[in-house]
């Protein structure tokens, strides 16, 4: 059923490289804009397997915070899982690991939330997707930390337009 409630732990997803010295700046580190590439990658499939059909686009980037560097060579991972749904939005949690492979176990080096709309199957118009499993207090206190993240977002979003003519 297309309009059936979905666990977030069924939309997980991890996408995950070796570094290259392509990747990084002068001191040897991987770009943050990379990190932030893959994490929308990642971050988007989470949200087509809880959505089931169309497309999604990128709404917003939101908290993605570097805890530590990543240095070339090493194996990166990023994982993601659904971590709030409005009417046709999708929000995705998404962490960053690091791993020497000369020193296997891996690090967390960065996390944050990123915003997603679903679209049709041209691309063109939004379109509802299923509600987000709430079960268990854990459950009800993830849904109550992203319905404080969407109203920050919305007037951050709000704040973007009133000032959109500043720069033109």
């Known amino acids: 059923d297309p309009t059936a409630p979905r666990a ?3 939309s997980r997803v991890s ?4 570094t290259v010295p392509g990747q990084a700046n002068p001191f040897g580190t991987l770009h943050g804009g990379v ?3 893959m994490a929308d990658e990642c971050g988007a499939v989470s949200a087509l397997r809880h959505v089931g059909r169309g497309q999604v ?3 917003a980037m939101d908290s993605m915070t570097f805890l530590c560097p990543v240095y070339v060579g090493e194996r990166v991972e990023i994982v993601a899982e659904v971590a709030h749904v409005g009417r046709t939005s999708i929000e995705t949690r998404i962490e960053i690991y690091a791993e020497a492979l000369q020193h ?7 996390s944050g939330y990123a915003l997603y709309v679903a ?3 041209e691309g063109k118009r939004p379109h509802e997707v299923p509600p987000l499993l709430s079960v268990t207090e854990a459950d009800r206190i993830r ?9 920050v977002r919305l007037a951050r979003r709000e704040e973007a337009r009133r000032h959109s003519r500043e720069f033109l």
């Open 143 to 151: 849904d109550e930390a992203a319905a404080e993240r969407q109203a």
């Open 104 to 110: 296997p176990g891996r690090r967390k080096v960065g």
């Open 35 to 37: 990190m932030l590439r």
């Open 119 to 121: 679209l049709d199957d």
């Open 8 to 10: 977030a732990m069924d």
């Open 15 to 18: 996408l995950s490289i070796l």
């Open 57 to 59: 686009t990128t709404a």
